[in-house]
């Protein structure tokens, strides 16, 4: 993750015309700070060389090196008598990076555009700490935008994150799944995560088209076997290629279920509006028999077997 190699040309601006402005506490020390870190929005920050070496390797190596007579390569000026360094970062991301390097409070990070400047940067200055430290709040933007989440941690490499962001996307259907950051990954990278999408989509359509899991003990009213048929002869019907018997209304569930989870293989979805019957669809005038409670059991129990063939299937790298 640290690149010692990076080198002063590669971390610097060029200067360009924008009004400086100076940086607010804890950067604006004019008696003691001995360096101006100027961002690339045109924000000087006043900091102090020591600390930002202990901090981060990148700068203790630009900061060990003999002082040039001139100004950097670069910048165009000293400034209150301490040379100018312009950065490529912004002023909020160099805020956050060097806030870390300082003993004072650094905020969380919820922003994912955010979230991937510092990390960008904390991977530039080899600041290790504070790469984890972004992991961490990378992940915690799993919930407001799974793809998102998925796409910076593919472009930054970071494999189990990645690999947990790419399960928590079956939790949206197909079409739901959108990002401002899906650009910056590679087209085969995207395509890699609806590949394995689609293997998650075959393994739980594979279960709504599966009878092994059905359980006598736990729904008695929904489904059982041929030979101990006791159920409504109205409204229950042989699935046609075992010896399960159950409503009509069963089946034709279980084949919508299937159609859906193809696209959205989360076991949430199968308990959704869309595919699950309604009070009416589950009523038979001959049996009166109340299968609300009996038909919840099994969609939950479905629902489990879902997620559970769909945590078979390994996920694959992604770059
Ligand atoms: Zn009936």
């Keep these: 993750m640290s690149d010692p190699d990076t080198t002063l040309a590669e971390v610097e601006m060029p200067v360009k015309s924008v009004a400086i402005r100076d940086a607010a506490a804890p950067f604006d020390d004019t008696a003691r700070a001995d360096i101006i870190l100027r961002s690339s929005d045109g924000v ?3 900091v102090y060389k020591n600390i930002l070496s202990l901090a981060s390797p990148v700068f203790g190596t630009m900061f060990s090196l003999p002082q040039p007579a001139e100004p950097y390569d670069g910048g165009d000026e ?5 040379p100018v360094l312009p950065l490529t970062e912004d002023a909020h991301t160099l805020n956050i990076v060097l806030r870390w390097c300082y003993p004072v409070a650094v905020p969380r990070l919820t922003s994912l555009s955010v979230i991937r400047c ?7 200055y080899a600041m290790d700490d504070l790469c984890d ?3 961490l ?5 799993m919930d407001a935008d799974p793809l998102g989440v998925f796409a910076v941690a593919t472009s930054f490499g970071l494999e189990t994150s990645a690999a947990q962001a790419a399960t928590r996307t079956l939790q949206l259907p197909l079409a739901a799944l959108h990002s401002p950051e899906l650009h910056r990954i590679s087209s085969g990278q995207y395509y890699a995560l609806l590949a394995y999408r ?4 075959v393994a739980a359509r594979d279960v709504a088209l599966s009878k092994s899991w059905f359980n006598l003990d736990l729904y008695s009213d929904i489904v059982t076997l041929g030979g101990d048929m006791d ?3 109205r409204c229950c019907v042989e699935d046609g290629q075992t010896d399960w018997y159950a409503p009509r209304f069963v089946w034709s569930y279980l084949r919508h279920a299937g159609t859906l989870l193809l696209h959205h293989p989360y076991g949430e979805a199968v308990k959704s509006a869309e595919v699950a019957p309604s009070r009416r669809e589950r009523r038979c005038e001959q049996c009166r028999v109340n299968r609300f409670r009996d038909f919840h059991l099994f969609m939950e129990h479905f629902a489990r077997e879902v997620d559970s063939a769909v945590a078979q ?3 694959p790298r992604f770059y």
Aim: with cysteine; glycine share 10%.
């Design 44 to 46: 000087d920050f006043r």
């Design 78 to 82: 000293v400034r209150h008598g301490l």
């Design 118 to 124: 510092v990390f960008q940067a904390a991977h530039k």
């Design 133 to 135: 430290s972004v992991e």
């Design 137 to 141: 709040d990378l992940l915690g933007a």
């Design 198 to 201: 689609l293997t998650c989509g």
């Design 231 to 233: 159920l409504c002869k």
């Design 313 to 315: 299937v390994s996920v």
